[in-house]
């Protein structure tokens, strides 16, 4: 592994704890980037947000768009002849920028992450009309999607009340230990 | 025994298959079609789905995403939940995916385990088998179930999508991997596949609400695709992907999306089409007309 910036040892390890992922295995071959169905919506391609924190460029990985914009679809670390599983990577590098409070550079993906928890923990299910609902109220974006919207409610694709788990004591007890 | 109404002969009928069935957030809240033909699928080839009893969601990409302890205990419940010697049945990949990929986590972690135990108040279940609805075509045979397969899809050219759920993360890399089922299967059947080099390419999942742009040139992508390879519709395996291609595609008069259970239960002569296809964005029923598969 190659050993350039200060604090690299610092960042690296603690990721590699968090992701419980060896990165410095990588040898930049490129598979993964050549794989990554939305390698156009990241400002860095997910090998060299693997390359800065090998050079200990911490804020830069932290604060970079990939880390929200990877969905986690696989189709990398099943590539990977390393076999590393970069998106596990890339929940230990999210986990770490809302952690140290660095600014999100996708907030969008954050609050739609963090709506989606507040119904599980509410319901114990997901509850897709209230994510939709509360995640464009916040961005004060009601109209974009709301042809969208209407046409899923008349093809019934968006249920109106939520599906809920009966013990909530037990979901509360998941929310409560975080 | 079944007879043929045809021949007289007797069909060998197997044993009833029993799973207990983890639906997801997806099909249970907005798959609804997918659940109801994946059901009477099930029903029709002598399996017996349970549901699991109080289920909760699996954490799905969101708690992974943002809290390490949430996405771990989600799956833990549901894990804790199986009754002892039934087979947990996942129809969602994300939510397979999420699950065995925690359970054999608490497997191989001695220290977790006992937190799982101290925790659920369950014995970890060593021997609980989870599978996804494709390992159900290792156990059972279509042909014991349909008089004449070939006939029942036939000339019906599908463009197959998996989406990411054949792309397995170093953890679950010994895993069965189901790549090329769904061809088979519906090539049994009497569908004529349509090659278009797009169906393991990921349709952008939370990105659809998040980031619609990067979702809509992802899903635009696949569907042009498949209906430049001439196929007549795509079918999915996941009610997610499903929901993806149908709502971001923007191109003009797509081809329909079907559910890979709508077509085996089509197969199967369940007539319940009007209860599902009311519920797609894009309408198949004029091209399933046109092929003949259904009247009304």
Request: hydrophobic fraction near 35%; proline fraction near 5%.
């Amino acid at each position: 592994m190659i050993k350039l910036g200060q604090n690299q040892d610092d960042l690296a390890d603690e990721i590699k704890a968090l992701s419980g992922i060896n990165f410095s295995a990588c040898f930049h071959c490129r598979t993964c980037t050549n794989a990554c169905p939305f390698l156009e919506g990241m400002d860095y391609a997910p090998n060299k947000i693997i390359r800065l924190i090998q050079f200990g460029q911490e804020e830069t990985a932290l604060k970079s768009s990939t880390i929200w914009v990877c969905v986690g679809c696989n189709t990398c670390s099943s590539c990977c002849p390393m076999a590393i599983d970069i998106p596990a990577i890339m929940d230990g590098l999210r986990h770490k920028a809302i952690e140290k409070g660095i600014k999100i550079a996708e907030p969008d993906i954050l609050s739609f992450h963090t709506e989606v928890l507040n119904t599980v923990k509410k319901y114990g299910r997901t509850h897709k009309l209230e994510i939709m609902m509360r995640y464009k109220l916040k961005k004060l974006d009601l109209l974009s999607d709301m042809g969208m919207g209407l046409n899923m409610l008349k093809k019934r694709k968006l249920d109106l009340t939520p599906s809920k788990v009966k013990d909530k004591k037990a979901i509360e007890k998941i929310f409560k230990d975080r | 025994m079944k007879k043929s109404s045809k021949t007289g002969e007797i069909y060998y009928k197997p044993p009833k298959l029993k799973y207990s069935f983890f639906p997801g957030c997806s099909l249970k809240a907005s798959g609804h079609e997918n659940t109801m033909s994946l059901m009477k699928f099930c029903d029709r080839v002598n399996i017996e789905l349970k549901e699991l009893e109080d289920w909760n969601c699996c954490g799905s990409s969101s708690a992974h995403s943002i809290n390490h302890s949430i996405a771990e205990n989600l799956p833990m419940r549901n894990i804790s939940l199986v009754p002892k010697g039934v087979p947990l049945l996942i129809a969602c990949p994300s939510c397979l995916l999420r699950m065995k990929s925690m359970y054999l986590k608490i497997k191989g972690d001695e220290a977790l385990k006992q937190e799982y135990e101290n925790r659920w108040g369950q014995p970890f279940d060593e021997e609980l088998e989870i599978i996804h609805f494709f390992e159900i075509f290792s156990r059972i045979r279509l042909e014991d179930y349909i008089e004449n397969p070939r006939g029942k899809l036939k000339n019906l050219k599908v463009a197959v999508y998996y989406g990411c759920m054949l792309s397995m993360p170093p953890d679950l890399k010994d895993e069965k991997s189901y790549y090329g089922i769904m061809e088979k299967t519906l090539s049994k059947l009497g569908a004529e596949i349509a090659p278009y080099g797009y169906g393991m390419r990921c349709c952008g999942t939370y990105l659809s609400a998040a980031k619609p742009q990067i979702a809509q040139t992802v899903v635009n992508e696949i569907v042009s695709r498949a209906m430049e390879a001439g196929a007549e519709c795509l079918v999915t395996a996941c009610s997610m992907c499903h929901l993806n291609l149908e709502i971001r595609c923007t191109i003009k008069n797509p081809i329909p999306t079907l559910h890979f259970s709508e077509l085996l239960s089509m197969a199967l002569d369940v007539k319940d089409q009007k209860k599902w296809f009311p519920r797609h964005i894009v309408d198949p029923v004029p091209m399933l007309k046109k092929r003949g598969l259904i009247t009304s």
